[in-house]
């Protein structure tokens, strides 16, 4: 089964947070996410790090993000995106990120986020949410 992650587990690996351990644990081997989760990644590094700390983040996400099989952010799930932030009402990213794992099916991937807000949407919809 593969793993669909948002950015708020993807900044983990890369920022010491709460539940980095568990967020590099849940993203060992290749893992799946929408386009736009590079724009919020790279966003959330430049926040949290500076100097030489940034670089080596930055590059490490770089590495990393050549592996992650992305999903493209066309009319398609776009579209999708745009009624699932009306049905679940939650923000436009997050809804993009719900239509990117949609593209991939419940029964063929989980989806990994520490964002409670998008957990409990994801729930809602029927997606096995890591981590439990």
């Known amino acids: 089964m593969s793993l669909y992650v948002d950015s ?3 900044v983990k690996l890369y920022v010491h947070e709460p539940d980095s351990d568990e967020a590099a644990e849940a ?3 290749q893992w799946v996410s929408g386009r736009h989760t590079l724009v919020e990644v790279r966003r959330a590094l430049a926040l949290a790090l ?3 700390e940034l ?3 930055r590059d490490r996400f770089a590495t990393d993000w050549e592996l992650t099989a992305i999903v493209e952010l066309d009319e398609d799930v776009c579209g999708t995106a745009a009624e699932l932030a009306e049905s679940t009402g939650v923000r436009a990213l997050d809804a993009l990120h719900l239509a990117s794992a949609e593209l991939l099916g419940r029964d063929e991937c989980s989806f990994v986020t520490f964002d409670q807000r998008l957990a ?6 029927g997606w096995t949410v890591l981590p439990e």
């Open 120 to 125: 409990a949407a994801a729930r809602s919809l």
């Open 8 to 10: 708020s587990a993807v």
């Open 50 to 52: 500076d100097g030489p």
């Open 27 to 29: 993203l060992r081997g």
């Open 55 to 57: 670089r080596l983040a």
